[in-house]
């Protein structure tokens, strides 16, 4: 069973920037791609960022592009997302999950992740 466990969330100006972290149990991590997905009240969850296996291809959402960065360290069971330049419509629940398939392939479905953590909200005030 793996658990995911996402951390880093909180109350911030626009234009600030947050980083969350999103902690992996297991031995497996390294073999998987991970992603970001995130939902706002009253919105569908929607994708953000995915990260190969790696680390060294990443894929965003055209929203955050520019904005948010996707790591990972293998060493440590960890995926990140860095939040620059925020935006009041970022805020959402933030989630990390944990990818079935290659990073590329249907990357935006939320089918295509088997694990998903318990989230972590993000706020931005205007």
């Known amino acids: 069973q793996v658990q995911l466990v996402e951390s880093g969330g909180g109350l911030v100006q626009a234009g600030g920037s947050l980083r969350l972290s999103c902690a992996a149990s297991?031995?497996?991590?390294?073999?998987?791609?991970m992603g970001w997905f995130r939902q706002a009240p009253g919105k569908e969850r929607e994708f953000v960022a995915v990260?190969?296996?790696?680390?060294?291809?990443?894929i965003y959402a055209d929203s955050v592009k520019g904005r948010f960065t996707i790591s990972r360290d293998n060493a440590k069971n960890t995926v990140y997302l860095q939040l620059n330049s925020l935006k009041p419509e970022d805020t959402a629940v933030y989630y990390c999950?944990?990818?079935?398939?290659?990073?590329?392939?249907?990357?935006?479905?939320?089918?295509?992740?088997?694990?998903w953590g318990q989230g972590t909200q993000v706020t931005v005030s205007s």
């Open positions: 999950a944990r990818k079935k398939r290659d990073y590329y392939l249907d990357y935006d479905m939320i089918s295509e992740y088997d694990y």
């Open positions: 990260i190969s296996k790696s680390g060294r291809s990443t």
């Open positions: 297991g031995r497996t991590f390294r073999s998987y791609a």
